[in-house]
């Protein structure tokens, strides 16, 4: 399965890149990420053109990286505009570059043709500038597929049992859900809503519930791997004591199974409570390794037997529609390349 | 060289599955094996037919497996029970299961059709359930293909070099060994005696022998890779100083090249020397793990080279009759298969 | 790329090789090396022919060596020359053996037909041997290509960007080099000349010189891997204060991806210096290093994509001549190989 192509990926935070090469693979391609002095994002394929040394393992020089082995500089389009001793620079020394900007936080590449490379289509992720909410971004190396980890967070039926001394309680089970999900254009939309149900030791933590909530998950995926859910969580006797917490889960695939995941978790209340941001943090953490423990033991079993089918259930709705989407899009996208080889 | 079907294979001590899940990949197949509260042995594919989570991550809920990923519940038999939330069960919601006893301190595991799975068709191992006799069971995991250890033990020339220090002697490396051997229909047995040798020094400890003894090792191997061995040991110069110990080897292929390794190790003397069972207990892990720096090394040599034929020695004769009854098994299960598949 | 046949090979320190087997993987090929009791040392490949255990788990047993499974011994020529417990020996009991000698501190292995070694192809590289010199050898597994070392080492240019802090400057990136590279027969030669160039702190400390310096590298290139550097050094504006270093490398593959390499380092001047014979261990060590970070990082950039040329630059030429000299000798080798078969 090819990687979907003309898309936005989330390569990096945007405060690890900086004036030191930043390596990373990002859909199977081995990327340097670094700043130049004026501050502007770039990245090249870290393979030098001469003797394939990687850059990363260089030093940015201007605005420039250079090669750590025979010293070639190359600029942020990837010319190589030094050679050291030498005059005349051969055009094929060169390297592939990526377009690059800075949004909410993340360094997003564009991993497609840089002509089509239009800022408007990343993600609106507002929350990670907007003084109205506080907001942390965590990053975390997965060795399972992108789709994975996406479909573990479409299907929050999951909660009550990878996440029952967590976000979720085994009494909350067979708890009857409330389900909707709609495809709308490339976005595939839901809702999930549970009543009545214990809340889990965080989340009565985090809202200070002492008995049973609702909860509702209002989710957005966005190609081609973007999860934004929208999570409210309110007394189930007194629907004034709520809150809300966006939970925004950019994944980008490192290779065809291992991703890179973020989870970037903002709330609206509380702003100035340190305590609460810092006890977040270690829930957080302990949340998503239980995810992570779950997916990279899937992926095992994937790969030990890759051709057994899955078998879906309802729960795998949006699971269902977002495959949907995706293949659609990677029809798309082979016919477009038939065009191109023909 | 696929595994033999429709045989019994050692997949566990008895005491190691319990009401928590225990997972083994036995013959390739990734397993997972748990006890009902009513303490019968289960054994389904450890792979949850919904996402393909393992269902050794979950636990046990009554006499069914609970996946840790969505909640689906499995009975002993393969059948989902239990989906969160859903009424329906779709019938494909199944794994595999086999069928699987308890047995003189084993697990055995079928591997083949259900239907012609045979208790009495597991060896008669019956010294560790008889208190005329004082028993330990051990296990070892070997980066070796079963048949290499199984080899290793049908050639015991090998003693007097791989166990020299141990309960082999160097002086003993060129006595002249009597060798029997006899395929009875599936079965393989045989015989090796020498006499007047030095004895090594944990057979020495074990059976207080202060100078030379014959030793005998009456040998069985039978289908598909256990083997019994007697060892008798008596003193050169008065039989009547003798000692008897049972070794018995059930030895089970986790992949082609990896196995699973029990040594059963049962005396008829002593029975009540805890300090000699403490004693037998770390020479023999010692002496087992003699062979595995072998065979491993030996595996590793093999791999990287898979095409150099082995040469036989005169010692070889009931390895040579054990793979002889080994390739007629494989024929006759290969010409099953070209039968059910016409 | 197939191995360069019909060559000296270096296998070992002549120290490292004694009365012990010494396994080691030369060119693919797993090798045990020993000495005899006369002091002879001896290659054979490291496999039992009766039952694949590598001969190197055994022991030297007079001029032969036993293996540890089951006592078979071989001599020198591979030749199985007993067999416990059995008065015939069949022929095919052999393994193959390689031509060895010990020359300048190294033991060398003829890879190819025996009947075609000839003991004066080795490089006479006898500064080992001198007492008019004071030499050391250094050794270092490293996982990259053979070839790759050799390139690194005929592309000097390296040396003021990855020695920058060791051996080099980066104060000398861009001096102007002078390069010389000849062909003669199935050698390269070059030399490579700076001018009044900041000596690095290595070199500084090495010749005691406190300021800029003329450096002059004249190298040969030998087949299959043989590199030699004579570098000198001297005051950029008194030519009598001069030192002179002989680096020499032999490297030899290890596999396709990984190598054995070795640095002689032998000076002709302060030979009683014992503490400048420890700082320049301690100083080629880190040197060499730094290529090996470099090296292998080049190498797994290679195998992760392996279909990408690289563009050369000015500084390649002897780089570019040596790889003719070995497509040269690898064809003939090829079209000596199909004379045979046809």
Redesign the interface.
């Given at each position: 399965m090819a990687f979907l192509q003309d898309q936005w990926y989330a390569a990096a935070l945007s405060n690890e890149i900086g004036g030191t090469p930043f390596a990373r693979r990002i859909c199977g391609e081995?990327v340097v990420l670094f700043r130049t002095p004026a501050g502007a994002p770039a990245a090249l394929a870290?393979?030098c053109?001469?003797?394939?040394?990687?850059l990363s393992?260089g030093a940015i020089e201007g605005g420039t990286i250079?090669?750590?082995?025979?010293?070639?500089r190359y600029d942020t389009q990837g010319r190589c505009v030094h050679?050291?001793?030498?005059a005349q620079i051969?055009p094929?020394?060169r390297v592939r570059s990526f377009p690059v900007i800075d949004r909410h936080g993340w360094v997003w590449l564009w991993l497609g043709e840089a002509g089509r490379a239009d800022p408007s289509a990343i993600p609106d992720f507002h929350w990670f500038d907007d003084p109205a909410w506080n907001a942390f971004q965590l990053y975390f190396h997965v060795e399972a597929a992108t789709q994975l980890f996406v479909?573990n967070l479409l299907?929050l039926?999951?909660v009550?049992?990878?996440h029952r001394n967590s976000i979720g309680a085994a009494s909350a089970?067979?708890?009857?859900?409330d389900l909707d999900t709609m495809t709308d254009g490339d976005v595939v939309r839901g809702r999930r809503a549970l009543k009545d149900v214990e809340p889990g030791p965080f989340i009565a933590r985090w809202g200070g519930f002492e008995g049973r909530i609702n909860r509702t998950s209002t989710y957005v995926w966005r190609p081609p791997s973007n999860v934004e859910i929208r999570a409210e969580f309110a007394d189930a006797t007194d629907s004034s004591r709520a809150i809300t917490i966006m939970v925004i889960n950019p994944i980008t695939p490192e290779t065809a199974t291992t991703a890179h995941f973020w989870i970037g978790w903002a709330r609206d209340f509380a702003l100035d409570d340190e305590a609460l941001t810092q006890g977040a943090i270690k829930d957080n953490t302990q949340v998503i390794l239980e995810d992570v423990?779950?997916i990279e033991?899937?992926q095992?079993?994937?790969l030990?037997?890759p051709g057994?089918a899955?078998?879906?259930?309802?729960?795998d709705r949006a699971v269902v529609a977002v495959h949907k989407v995706i293949e659609r899009l990677q029809a798309g996208q082979a016919a477009a390349r038939r065009v191109a080889a023909s």
């Amino acid at each position: 399965m090819a990687f979907l192509q003309d898309q936005w990926y989330a390569a990096a935070l945007s405060n690890e890149i900086g004036g030191t090469p930043f390596a990373r693979r990002i859909c199977g391609e081995a990327v340097v990420l670094f700043r130049t002095p004026a501050g502007a994002p770039a990245a090249l394929a870290d393979r030098c053109a001469h003797r394939h040394a990687p850059l990363s393992m260089g030093a940015i020089e201007g605005g420039t990286i250079e090669c750590r082995y025979h010293g070639l500089r190359y600029d942020t389009q990837g010319r190589c505009v030094h050679v050291p001793g030498q005059a005349q620079i051969p055009p094929r020394l060169r390297v592939r570059s990526f377009p690059v900007i800075d949004r909410h936080g993340w360094v997003w590449l564009w991993l497609g043709e840089a002509g089509r490379a239009d800022p408007s289509a990343i993600p609106d992720f507002h929350w990670f500038d907007d003084p109205a909410w506080n907001a942390f971004q965590l990053y975390f190396h997965v060795e399972a597929a992108t789709q994975l980890f996406v479909d573990n967070l479409l299907d929050l039926s999951h909660v009550a049992f990878t996440h029952r001394n967590s976000i979720g309680a085994a009494s909350a089970a067979d708890a009857q859900a409330d389900l909707d999900t709609m495809t709308d254009g490339d976005v595939v939309r839901g809702r999930r809503a549970l009543k009545d149900v214990e809340p889990g030791p965080f989340i009565a933590r985090w809202g200070g519930f002492e008995g049973r909530i609702n909860r509702t998950s209002t989710y957005v995926w966005r190609p081609p791997s973007n999860v934004e859910i929208r999570a409210e969580f309110a007394d189930a006797t007194d629907s004034s004591r709520a809150i809300t917490i966006m939970v925004i889960n950019p994944i980008t695939p490192e290779t065809a199974t291992t991703a890179h995941f973020w989870i970037g978790w903002a709330r609206d209340f509380a702003l100035d409570d340190e305590a609460l941001t810092q006890g977040a943090i270690k829930d957080n953490t302990q949340v998503i390794l239980e995810d992570v423990a779950v997916i990279e033991a899937q992926q095992r079993v994937m790969l030990d037997d890759p051709g057994v089918a899955a078998v879906p259930i309802n729960a795998d709705r949006a699971v269902v529609a977002v495959h949907k989407v995706i293949e659609r899009l990677q029809a798309g996208q082979a016919a477009a390349r038939r065009v191109a080889a023909s």
